[in-house]
């Protein structure tokens, strides 16, 4: 079955811990991208990666780092989690177009609370 | 800054009807996706319909299609016979920075009255 899967779907931790929330595509997609989303903020893009060793800013990249070093995984590590970083993530790949990306698959999302 | 425009926070639609929903984008390419996506309770992201630019056919799937005009940059979509699972929040998304990534309005939460 076709699926992105990410873990943990739910973590609660503590300021400054740091965490790694995995995401896995079984899709061959070169295209993968992490989303945050907050209430009435909609989802706003954290990183993204067209292929491997390849990734980039999204608009709210402070406070994450990710890499790509396999085509299939995408893991979003929080080096130093702060309260403001508590939010609904989603993790998504897709084939890439010229035209963008052909179509995003999504996680079912990973809630992350800071304490 | 490139933006997407999701006008109405909320909308109500009594079953059975028929309801739009609205958007409006702002890009300076020629060739892209538009997406609506939709959010149930579950929070998992679903596809609802993807329009390609360069085609003027407007999109359809079962009983959701769009209206896309590219000129007024705008791409609404439509529900018709409204059904109570349609109850979401739905998001429109296009690719911003030179086709590198999908950005997302802030979203419209659609309830479906009995």
């Known amino acids: 079955e076709a699926q992105v899967t990410q873990n943990p779907r739910y973590l609660i931790t503590v300021t400054g811990k740091k965490l790694t929330v995995t995401c896995s595509q079984n899709m061959n997609h070169e295209y993968m991208s992490w989303y945050r989303q907050d209430p009435g903020l909609g989802l706003r893009q954290i990183y993204y990666?067209?292929?491997?060793?390849?990734?980039d800013k999204g608009d709210v990249p402070e406070g994450y780092k990710v890499s790509r070093k396999e085509k299939r995984n995408f893991p979003l590590i929080l080096e130093s989690p702060s309260p403001n970083q508590t939010s609904l993530y989603f993790c998504?790949?897709?084939?890439?177009?010229?035209?963008?990306?052909?179509?995003?698959?999504f996680g079912e999302g990973s809630r992350l609370t800071v304490l | 800054a490139q933006t997407v425009t999701q006008s109405q926070p909320e909308m109500s639609v009594q079953e059975a009807e028929t309801v739009t929903l609205s958007c409006t984008y702002d890009t300076s390419e020629s060739d892209y996706y538009l997406f609506w996506y939709k959010q149930p309770p579950s929070r998992q992201m679903i596809l609802v319909i993807r329009?390609?630019?360069?085609?003027?056919q407007n999109a359809t799937e079962n009983r959701f299609s769009v209206n896309f005009q590219k000129a007024a940059k705008s791409f609404s979509l439509k529900i018709s016979d409204s059904q109570l699972g349609d109850a979401a929040m739905y998001f429109c998304a296009y690719p911003t920075g030179a086709n590198s990534k999908l950005t997302f309005g802030k979203g419209i939460t659609l309830s479906v009255r009995p």
């Open positions: 998504a790949s897709s084939l890439w177009v010229a035209g963008g990306p052909r179509e995003l698959f």
């Open positions: 329009q390609e630019a360069y085609k003027q």
């Open positions: 990666s067209m292929n491997v060793e390849v990734t």
